[in-house]
DNA sequence: CTTGACTCTTACCTTACGTCATACCCTATA
DNA sequence: TATAGGGTATGACGTAAGGTAAGAGTCAAG
């Protein structure tokens, strides 16, 4: 017992050898012996009292008080922890606040950049597609039109970048699960779970009305002209996609 | 524009002048301009700018890194914020399990610490209160009874230090107010907000039962032996604070 | 006996400020 | 117009919790 060397608590402990001087100076942990060469020898007590000390620490109390904490029996513990407590909270508050002011300058750069109508159809001739969207808004109402074409605008540069990534490997997985048992469960958990990208098409909620509308568009899209970009996605990839998706879902549906 | 000083600056975004000064120094924010006398004034760029460092630094990114993190030409502000939001919601979560480990702590030290069932009778000759228990819990319910025990010994010695202090007080704003109209509006407001200590002898619940057994147990007390603590609090003190609380109680429920 | 891995102490460096001290600036009021 | 009060600038020093480096002693193995 008591012949743990510094090098073999600051392993086992996972701190460094200077914070174990540190801590020595400072009477916060001292070994329990030192050798005629003046070598630091630590017990298993001193084991524990470090994971004490290391426990205070985690929750950012400052050394001097894991001190008082750890020696004084008169120390009320528990005031400090729930003092503790409150700073925390404190802090998650602050930090929400960050979020929320985050949030709101992303709305406004969103509502900078946001996309307009008219880019949304690109590469699809202005007639045709005025046609189609009216007949769209009629056969599934304005605001379902209106919302889809809302979603899209709203995604950022960003986003896109990351749906064109998405997009390539949901595509395929989606292929591969098709050709089994569409009512599989882990086809059902995979559109649910990581089908994230049809999701926020939808807008978390997938519609008949709005899959149909992204079909008939990706077969605008593909018969127009097959590689004409959309909000960045190759316009081919996002029809085959959406075919598929479209197709998956009323399978699944009709049973 | 560009007039905010180093106090408004500091106010608005809840840093000290220091900082700003020492901003200002490493070239991380510069004031927009500088006045004659050599004051610093910044206009909304600052501020902003001043907004990013400080999500950041919340992050705990070392200022040099932000100093070029920000001006690097091609930082992507959206991209920017996003990763700013992931990020600070995962240190949310750690906060959350910090909280949680302190919750943890806090409820062993309290079980540690708490209150047996015989202390809190301590002073009582125990037939008496045998005999008295046993007719309240078939009077008003053996979980009322077995409850307001539970709480009155979840209670740390930290607490009741605090309850004790707050009680004199207390007692004293009690019995003026009684002095007047029970159904005078202060008087609810008081009884709402300031009262907390019956709300917690009571769980937050003021029910008839739970304070006719303190009344009672109030009673006994002060037959007994007028000044044994309970609890560490003064019984008469104790004994006098629940029958005004209780009288205040009956008086102002029965119209 | 040498070599390489440990260990000691001392001392300076670091980050992101807080806290003076001293002196200047500005404006509102008597 | 003088003055009081607040705001401001610079410089210097202090702080926590170590990191890093220098110079010297120690230990076990080959």
Redesign the interface.
Known sequence: MDNYSVKKISKLAGVSVRTLHLYDKMDLLKPSVRTAAGYRLYGEKELLRLQQILFYR???FPLKEICTILDDPAF????A??G??KA??A??E???T??G???K??VT??NK?MLQVEDLYEGIPQEKMRAYRAEAMSKWGKETILSVEDTLRSF???EVENMKTELSYTTARLAELMSGDPADKEVQEYIGRRFNVILRLTNGKVEMGKLEYFRKLSELYVAENSYTPVNGIPSMELALFIQKATAYYTKSQRP
Not at 76 to 79: G, P, S, W
């Open positions: 985690e929750l950012d009320d513990l528990m005031q922890l729930e503790h407590r925390l909270l802090r998650k602050r930090i929400n960050l979020i002011t985050i949030d300058t992303l750069l969103k950049t950022s540069k960003a």
